[in-house]
């Protein structure tokens, strides 16, 4: 089974986001890391985006809810109904609003009861900008620690109103203070790479999806080594549809210097056992 950790398809409210809403801001940054802007997204099209996932051999995709500012939201609702319609191929992660403790529990639970496998926080771009270590975030992650539930952590990328918002060291205080919290950090903690790097070293806990920047951005070629030595079972294959298209960067994951056996968990063993499926 091949997991793609991280599409957002052309459906609901991701048509209101950014790489949807922006397309040639969204197209200009697939060129930059390589690859030409898929069919599918430009035209916005389910067809296209689900002959795309035949070709490429993807089994599954993970689909991620997000309470977001200016790059858009897209509510547990819309996931819930996308992952209704294509149920053997797509799976949900729901977003929370973390202003509200109990109300973000209430989300959790009722999002894990209707089927939902992950919880999704993005500090940085929440409405009000927060810090992964965030005190006001800190009974949410245990909440999910508790329950077993793992976490998509976006501090990577464009994770916040400027650069601080990524800052690994405060991952890793998040980590180290929830050791029995799986976290999914998202865009891989770029740009700080040998950072993010030495924190999943040292906490076990600690899962790296770098999806669009695991593709020829500035060092991306530690996540390769990584990927193909301690932390082969950590490692989280995804393409971040539609900032890449599915097809081409699986065929261009597939040749980068990762053992078959490595690759094998990267695509798709490591995901299930986190997912539990």
């Known amino acids: 089974m091949i ?9 609901g409210g991701f048509l209101d986001t950014l790489m949807y809403a ?49 790059l858009g939201s897209v509510s547990n609702e819309d996931v819930r109904q996308i992952v209704a319609d294509y149920p053997q191929r797509f799976i949900g992660a729901a977003s929370i609003d973390p202003t ?10 009722a999002a894990i009861d209707n089927g939902f496998k992950l919880i999704n926080i993005e500090p ?3 409405p009000v900008p927060m810090y992964a270590d965030d005190r006001r975030l800190y009974p949410i992650y245990g909440h999910c620690e508790d329950r077993g539930i793992p976490v998509i952590l976006m501090v990577g ?8 918002y990524s800052d690994p060291i405060r991952t890793d205080r998040v980590l180290a203070d929830f050791p029995k919290l799986n976290v999914v950090v998202a865009h891989g903690g770029w740009p700080w790479v040998t950072q993010i790097l030495h924190i999943a070293f040292r906490r076990p806990n600690l899962y790296l999806s770098p999806d669009m920047y695991f593709s020829r951005m500035p060092g991306w070629e530690e996540y390769v080594k990584a990927a193909d030595t301690f932390l082969a079972d950590r490692m989280l294959y995804a393409s971040s549809f539609p900032f890449c298209p599915v097809k081409d960067y699986k065929a261009w994951f597939e040749q980068l210097p990762i053992r078959p056996a490595n690759l094998e968990k990267v695509m798709g063993d490591n995901a299930k056992r986190l997912l539990n499926l």
């Open 22 to 70: 922006a397309g040639e801001r969204r197209d200009g940054f697939t060129r930059t890391v390589g690859f030409e802007p898929s069919a599918a997204a430009q035209q916005q099209s389910m067809n296209l985006l689900m002959q795309e996932m035949d070709a490429a051999g993807i089994d599954k995709g993970v689909v991620v809810g997000r309470l977001a500012g200016v």
């Open 100 to 109: 509200s403790r109990t109300g973000a529990f209430k989300t959790i639970d």
């Open 157 to 164: 990328g464009t994770a916040g109103p400027d650069l601080s």
């Open 124 to 126: 940085g771009s929440y």
């Open 3 to 11: 997991i793609d950790f991280r599409i957002r398809p052309p459906l």
